[in-house]
């Protein structure tokens, strides 16, 4: 698949655990993750729509910084 390890595995982020383990699709951690559809400035500034309104339709797979801890 295009998609091969190129969004974070949801369960494996939040649980620290994928019943998937190695066959699975999605990336478990940053490090898994591939690089090429990664925006140039990927979290390197703070999103706007987030700080404005609190709430931003990418959630987790937004470009840019929602938490200062990212
Ligand atoms: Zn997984
Ligand atoms: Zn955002």
Redesign the pocket.
Known sequence: SSRYKTEL?R??EENGF????DK???A?GEAELRNLNRHPKYKTERCRTFHSTGFCPYGPRCHFIHNEDE
């Open positions: 595995c369960p494996f994928c019943k998937y383990g699975c699709q999605f478990h």
